[in-house]
């Protein structure tokens, strides 16, 4: 058995194993497979901030690539081109989005497959810390308490992708991980845990 086929085993208290049945039974109802999840005074690791978060549970991330493709190659980017992003710039992003998408890194993927137990779609299981994650698309938030941003200092390169994927409203980007430990409330299915 190679180091990508070992499980680990996951022991969940009660409530935790409640709150899998109902994420999966709410996208196993669902005709698209699909799940609105309401996260209540949820609290960024990385800011501090405090918000109430809608996500969509069971989107999936590689078909929201598939789309980010055909978006980025229909694009007229001239349409798109600044004073501070030439066109050039804008079409070296484009190509690096589009790669990224279609050839993503071996190690990034090899390292999250070692770090986590998939539950199902959207939810996970962080094997080290024992931490139940969900990854899904985020709708809507209601900041409640404003954290403290890091100013971030980013290359040219990474200025023009993140400008293209904020004008094309590019699916895969609005993705995020958030962990169960850092809420005060979920509701799923007017379930309330």
Excluded: W
């Excluded at 960024?44 to 991330?61: L, P």
């Excluded at 899904?136 to 100013?151: L, P, R």
């Amino acid at each position: 058995m190679n180091i990508h086929e070992a499980k680990a085993e996951v022991k969940v208290n009660h409530v935790a194993e409640a709150l899998i049945s109902n994420l999966k039974a709410a996208i196993r109802k669902s005709p698209t497979g699909v799940s609105f999840v309401s996260l209540k005074n949820y609290e960024s690791t990385t800011s501090g901030e405090v918000a109430d978060i809608t996500i969509n549970v069971g989107v999936s991330y590689f078909k929201a690539g598939e789309k980010d493709v055909k978006t980025l190659e229909n694009t007229d980017l001239t349409k798109l081109s600044t004073d501070e992003f030439s066109v050039v710039d804008l079409e070296i992003a484009r190509t690096a989005l589009i790669n990224s998408i279609l050839k993503p890194s071996k190690n990034h993927s090899n390292a999250q497959k070692d770090a986590y137990t998939i539950i199902c779609e959207g939810l996970k299981v962080h094997n080290k810390e024992q931490e139940i994650h969900i990854f899904a698309q985020a709708v809507s938030k209601n900041v409640i308490v404003k954290g403290e941003y890091k100013t971030v200092y980013s290359r040219h390169a990474t200025l023009v992708k993140n400008y293209l994927t904020k004008q094309l409203d590019l699916r895969r980007a609005k993705f995020r991980n958030y962990k169960l430990s850092n809420l005060q409330g979920l509701k799923v299915n007017g379930v309330q845990f």
